[in-house]
C-alpha cells in the first residue's frame, strides 16, 4: 500500500473534518526562491520592562498586572468577542448573520519572559494545563458560553504581537466551522461503532507505527495520515475523554510531558524557536453528553525546510484545498528520531 | 438592521460555501506591535536575464522560453499534480487515500517582466483572459480531468517566488473540498429557486448598494457580505454563465476591466504593488449541464492596514473560523471611493 502514497500525487481524507487534502510526494524537491522569514530574535530577559504580558506592567487598559508567580489569567483587552448585549439576527434573502456572544481571554504560561513552553519543565507547564482545565470548566458554566476555544499562536511569523509565552481562550455561544465539521463526523462514526472515531484511529496507528512521533502511558503524539502543515502533530489522550476537565489528576502531568516533547523536538528540528499555533479541540460545553468527543490538541507549523522558509497557505490552497509536499510519514519519521534525543 | 452589525461581534453566513466568518467591527482599532512585512521590491527591468519566466530564458528543466509577445502558457516543471500513472485506492479503515490524477501549468501575463496586471491595458488583459479559456476549455476536454482550478499568487508575501507577471492552472480528476462546497450549495439553491445563487444575490447587492465596487454593462465588482479578507473583493456576471469558456467574446474586455480597476483601486489603496491571491471558481468539467453553477473570480489579499501590516489566519481562525475586524461595508467603500478616481 504505502510504495503509492510515497511516490504519486494523491489526496488523504481527514476523517475528522470529512475533508481532503492532496498530497505530491514527488514535489518535495522542488528550489525555492521565494521569499525568506526573518530567523525570530531569540536573545530575551526574563523581564522586559515594555511588555504588556510581564508582572508588575501596565496593560493597554491602564490596569496593572499582578505580581503572578506561574500562571496567569485576565480579560483580553481587545477581546474579538463580547458579550452583554442583546441578541439580534439578521435573515434577508442571501444576507444573513447572527450576533455571537462570547469571552476572550489571555493566559500567561510563565513569569519568565524569555521563555517558551520547550524551555518550561513537565511540571510547570503541569500548572497550564490546570489553568486551561479551571478556564474550559468556568467559561463553560456560563449560559451563553457553548464552546471554548483554547489556542496558542508562537512566533511573529504566526501573527504573534508579543513574545512572552501565552496562549488565548476564546468561548462563545455557537460552534465555529471547524469544531462543527468534527462534531458532525465523531457523532457519525459513534451512532456507527459505539466507540469514539480517535479510540479506534490511535488503536490503528499504534499497530501500523508509521506516524508516531512518542507516546506515554496515556498519550500519543503523532502526525495524523491527513496532516495539512508539513510538520503538524497531535496530542491525543489513549483513554476517551469529551475535554479536558476529566483527564485524571495524574495524567495531567503526562499531557504536560507530551506538550514538552513536542515542543523540544520542534525547536532541534531547525534550531530555532519553532512557531505554530496550536489549539484543543474538545466537546462544546452545552449540557449535552457528548460521549462521541475525543478531545485531541494539535500543532500546526508553518516551517518547510529550515528556519526560515515556510509553506505558503496561498492560491490553489485556498481556492481548492490544502497541499503538502513532503510526505507526513517522513515528517514523523524526522520528529520521530529527534524525540531519541530529548 | 445595518447598526448591530457595524457594532457588535457576530458571525456571518457565506451562502456559497455554507460556512460561518466572526466579524468583530469594536475591535478594527486594536494598535499593531506584532510583525510587519518587508515592502515589496518595485523597481524592475522590463527582461530579466536570470527570470526562467521571461522570454528566450532557460528554464529549470533545461527548455528555452520562446521570444513570446503576449501571453506564453508551459507545464508546471514543478507539477503538485502528476498524471500517466496507474490509479489506487487506500480504504484501511480510518486511512483512507486515493490517487489523483491531474497537469499543472504556468501562464505568464506578459512578457514584460516589469508589469503586474495593474499595469496593463484592458486589451493586454483580455489576452490573459482568453488564454484562461483556451486552457479550460483544453485541459476541460480530457478524460481523466474534471476540474480546473485558475488561479494567481501576487507578491512574495503570498508564496510567490517570480516577480514575473504569472499565474496558475492546477486541473484535476476529483472536485477539490472549496469547490465540492460551492458546488453542493448552489445546487441546493437552484433545486429550490430555478435560478443561480449568485444571480439572486447580486440583484440583492445592487439594490442595496452598500458593497458595490464597481460595475460596467456585464460584470459586477463588490466585496461579499461574508467577505473573510480585509480587502476581499469578487467579481461576478451579471448573466449566469456555468464557465468563463461561454463568456460572450463582446464580454471578454469587460471582464478584463473589471480586473484592471480591481488591481489598480488595489495598488493605491496602500500605495503599492498589491499582493493577493485570486482564483476563478467554475463548473466541473465533468460533462454535467451544471446550470446551478454561476463562475466569479474571487481575490483574497492579505494586507488590513498599510503595505507592511497584513492580517494574520492563524490560532482561532485555523481551529474555529476565519474572524475579520473591519466590516466588509467599510472596505467596500474605501475601494469604491478610490475607483472614482482610476
Ligand atoms: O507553485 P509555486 O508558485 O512555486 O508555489 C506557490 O503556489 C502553490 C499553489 O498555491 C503553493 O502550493 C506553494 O506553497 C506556493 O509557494
Ligand atoms: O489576539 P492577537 O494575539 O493580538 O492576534 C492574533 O491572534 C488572533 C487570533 O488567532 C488573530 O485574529 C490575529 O490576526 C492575530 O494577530
Redesign the pocket.
Known sequence: MTANIQNYSHKRYNSLTGEWVLVSPHRAKRPWQGQEEEQAQDERPAHDPKCYLCSGNVRANGEVNPDYKDVFVFA?D?S?LQDGFESFSIDNGLIKAESEQGLCKVICFSPDHSKSLAQMTSKDIQKVVHAWQREFVSLGRLNHINYVQI?E?KGSIM???NPHPHG?IWSQSSLPNEVDKKDKQQLAYFKKHQTTLLKDYIAQELKLNERIIFENRSFVVLTPFWAIWPFEAMIVPKTPQKDISIIPNEDTVLFAEAISVLTKVYDKLFNTSFPY?SGIHQAPTNGQTNEHWHWHMSFYPPLLRSATVKKFMVGYELFASPQRDITPESAAKTLRNLSNSI
Open positions: 483580553n481587545f474579538a489556542f499562536n501573527g504573534c504581537s488565548q499555533s
